[in-house]
C-alpha cells in the first residue's frame, strides 16, 4: 500500500501530535501523552498514530504498542499501514487486538502491558467493561491515544472518558474540506414510496407501537426492553422490573379481588401482562423496522443509481444482511442479462459458506465468511468489482480513496452512523485531488424513518438537499431543492 504524504495535511497532523506529546507546554490541561484526536474520518488518524509509533521507536527501539480496534476489518486493515509506515525490524513491536480478543485475554484478571495504547474508534469502548481498558484494570500502559471521528455520544457516556483522554484536537467537517484533507462531496435525501399494502401494514404496526408504547410512560422503549432482557448495569431481572412497573400502575401481589377496582387493576396491570405488552411492543417495532429496511422499492432505487453512475465505484448501506445480498444480486441480474460481468459482492456478517472447485487441482473446497469477506474487501480494492453491498459491517473499517458513490438504502436515526458511512465515500484521492463525492440516501416518505433521517443529519454542517427523483441527483443541484438543515 503506498502512502502519499500531502505537505499541509501533514504540518496539521503534527501540531496535533503535538498537542498530544507537550499539551502542558502549550497551555493545555491534560496529561503529556494522554488524549484523542477528534478527527472527521479521512484526515489522517492511522497515519498521525503511526508517525507517534516510529518517533518513539527512534527514542528508544524497546518500546512495544498495542492498538485495539472494534473489528477484523479494522485490524486487517491496521496490519496493512503497519507495514507500510512502520520499518519491518519493528513490527513485531506492535500487537494490533479486536476489543473482543483484550476482553477475553484479560477476562481473568490477567493484564496487558505496553509502552503506548492506541485505542482506534474510542467511541465503540464507552460501556462501562471496555472503559477497564485505560484504567489499567486491563491494560497498564505508560501513554494512550484515543481516535476517532465521533467523539461525542447521543447517551453522553463520552462524559466518562472525558477526564481519561480529552480531545486534544479537533479537525472537524468544515476544516476537512475546506483544506482538502477530504474531498468534497455533495449529499442527497431522496423518498420512496411504499405500495399499498405496505402502507397499510405499516399503518397497522404503527398502531401497535402507539398503543403498546403508551403503557410504558416516558421510559417507552427502553423500559420495555429491560422488563424483557433485565438491567445488565444493575443486575435486576426483567420479571422483578415487571412487578415494579406492575407495582407503579397500583397493582400489588394478594390484592382483593372482591373489590372492583382491583380487578380492573390486576386485568390490566399484573406483571405477567406487563411482559405481554412490552414484547407486543418490541415485535411490532422490530417488524415495522424491517418493513422499513427491506421495501423493494429501495432495491429498485439502490439499483437505478448504481446503472445511472455506471463508472463510479460504489458501497451501498443497509440495516438487513438479506437486503444487502438482494440488492447484490439485482445489480449482478440487470448487468448478465445485457452480457456485462458481475460488478457487485456481498459483504456482511451473515455470509454463508459455499463450496468451490479449486483451479488447480478441481477438487471442491469450503469458502466461509472470512474468506469471503477479505475476497470481497480486495475485489472492491482493486476495481475487480465495482460495487460492495453491505449492513452495518463496514460502517466503520474500509479506507477505499476512489469509492465516489455512497448509497444508504436504511439506517438507524445516530448522528455517528450517518458520519462513518459519509466517510467512507469522501476520503481525498491522491491522483484526482478535485474529485466530488456523492453521497445519496434513501427514506420511505411520511413515515419514521424520515423523522430518522432528519434526526441523524441534524448537527450536519453541510448542506443536504432533498430531491424528489433520481432524475434530480447531480454534480450542480439547483437551489431551490436545497434543505439546510442549520436552518430547522
Partial sequence: MAIVIHKERYERQLKGIDRWRKGKELGISHSNGWGTLWWETGTGKTFAACTIVNKMLASNNAYNFIIVVPSEALERQWKDVIKSLIDKQYILNINIYTVHKIMMMTNEGSRLQCNLLIADELHEYYTEDRLEMFNSTRVVTTYCLGLTANYLDNQDRHKQIEEILPVIDRIDEE????????????????????????????????????????????????LANKILSGNSKTGEGGFAIACRWATHNGYHKGMDLTIPGNVEIHNQWNPSLVVGYAKQLMDSVRERKTLLYTTSSKITHAKNIVIKYDTLKTICFSQSTLFADALCSVINNHYTSIGEKEICVSYHSKLATIIVKDEITGKEKKKGKTILKREAEEAIRSGKKRV???????????DVQDIRLAITTSATQNPTQSNQRRGRAVRAEDHEPDVIKLIINLY??????????????????????????????NYNPQNKNLFNLKKI
Fill in 175 to 222: 476544516e476537512a474540506v475546506r483544506e482538502g484533507y477530504i474531498a468534497k462531496f455533495i449529499e442527497f435525501n431522496i423518498p420512496v414510496e411504499f405500495t399499498a399494502k405496505e402502507y397499510e401494514l405499516y399503518s397497522e404496526l404503527s398502531k401497535k407501537v402507539s398503543k403498546n408504547l403508551s403503557k410504558f410512560g416516558h421510559s417507552g422503549l427502553e
Fill in 388 to 398: 460492495i453491498s453491505t449492513a452495518s459491517s463496514l460502517d466503520r473499517g474500509l
Fill in 444 to 473: 420511505v416518505r411520511g413515515t419514521i424513518e424520515e423523522r430518522w433521517l432528519k434526526k441523524r443529519q441534524a448537527k450536519t454542517k453541510s448542506v443536504i438537499y432533498y430531491v424528489d427523483s433520481i432524475d434530480d441527483i
